[in-house]
């Protein structure tokens, strides 16, 4: 575990959970038994000391223990196995059963699995501040479609979160640049973020994080959980999974939307996954859609399964129950991972092949369904 991770991390901790240098290893556990490294939104990191025979649940506890999270429902641990593919932890079952034959020492990231509808909503300061560190890597990475405009102004939020009020000789030309904000960011997107920060003088960082979540919630895509499939005759579809149902992408474009009260069941056989659905007239049709393999399919099936239990159920209304009595922490923010400042010779500034392929102009949107990529710390 690097110095810089774990001092970055243990800022947020109490001493007693800082662990004793002079008798463990770099995060507070014996070096000799059994850990896994958890990476969290801010790109810090830490060691967690684990039982074989612990259920995932006793894991995550830990880990929102670490954070001072109590509305942590909303909230899981991801994990890549063998094969390469994806998955949340399971809090029912054992971590030998899920993490076998996975790389030690283990790898989990922790992250949003369930989007609240309305993340301004949420009850406590450390909640909204790690939805928003989702939110914003969700852009960054290409899940959240934004446009040019959208972009812009929501760079200038994330900008002022971070660096406070705008300062002419302490942010100097160029100064957006060490952030990265969207895939093939341009410094024109980088000079209009700097007009916006110099006008968002007095906003506090909790409240420009509200901003932030406030916007991005109306954005079609928040929140969508994308699966990639096969549908009839080879088609490619993206499946994603919202707070109220399953919808369906062609070509970038909307064309299915299965509302969970008409969804009769949802099953898998080998790599095809299987939605039955009732249209108004109470009819039913079944819909089948193919994976590239069986754990993929399993995956998606177990995924869609949470999502029809957490919003269709009691789980979101109790996840905002849960913290009506309970004094909020407070909340240390970390500074972002900074790169080289741009400057006239950098040869971003010549990638506009990139940023046209990018940014269309047709539609103004900067990135557009990017294919789901297993998990980034």
Not at 44 to 68: M, P, R
Not at 181 to 209: C, D, M, W
Request: charged share 25%; net charge positive; hydrophobic share 35%.
């Amino acid at each position: 575990m690097s110095k810089t991770g774990k001092s970055r991390l243990s800022r947020l901790l109490p001493k007693f959970l800082r662990g004793d240098k002079s008798s463990k290893s770099e995060g507070g556990i014996d070096s000799k038994s059994p850990y896994c490294i958890i990476h969290f939104l801010d790109d810090s990191h830490h060691q967690i000391q684990i039982k074989a025979n612990w259920k995932g649940n006793q894991l995550l506890e830990k880990v929102c223990e670490l954070l001072s999270l109590h509305e942590k429902d909303y909230f899981g641990l991801r994990f890549i196995d063998s094969s390469g593919q994806t998955h949340w932890l399971d809090g029912s079952k054992s971590l030998s059963s899920q993490l076998k034959g996975c790389q030690t020492p283990h790898k989990l990231y922790f992250g949003v699995k369930f989007y609240a509808a309305d993340p301004c909503k949420l009850r406590e300061e450390i909640t909204r501040y790690l939805f928003y560190l989702q939110v914003k890597q969700d852009v960054l990475q290409g899940r959240l479609p934004v446009t040019f405009d959208e972009a812009t102004e929501l760079s200038a939020y994330a900008v002022q979160s971070e660096l406070g009020d705008y300062d002419r000789h302490q942010h100097t030309v160029g100064y957006v640049s060490e952030f990265c904000f969207i895939p093939n960011q341009t410094e024109e997107l980088e000079r209009r973020v700097a007009a916006i920060h110099s006008r968002l003088i007095g906003l506090v960082p909790v409240k420009a994080e509200y901003r932030y979540l406030e916007k991005v919630k109306w954005l079609d895509m928040y929140g969508v959980d994308l699966h990639p499939v096969l549908g009839e005759g080879n088609v490619e579809y993206f499946l994603g999974l919202t707070p109220t149902g399953i919808v369906v992408y062609k070509n970038k474009n909307k064309v299915g939307n299965y509302f969970w009260p008409r969804i009769n069941k949802v099953t898998f056989k080998g790599k095809f996954f299987i939605v039955k659905v009732k249209d108004k007239n109470n009819e039913e049709h079944v819909y089948a859609f193919e994976l590239p393999r069986k754990t993929a399919t399993k995956h998606l099936w177990k995924c869609c399964v949470e999502h029809h239990a957490f919003f269709s159920g009691r789980s979101e209304r109790q996840a905002v129950s849960d913290g009506l009595s309970r004094h909020s922490a407070n909340v240390v923010r970390l500074p972002s991972r900074r790169q080289p400042r741009r400057i006239n010779s950098d040869s971003r500034l010549n990638a506009d092949e990139n940023y046209n392929s990018q940014y269309n102009h047709d539609t103004g949107m900067v990135t557009m369904m990017m294919r789901p990529e297993p998990v980034r710390a």
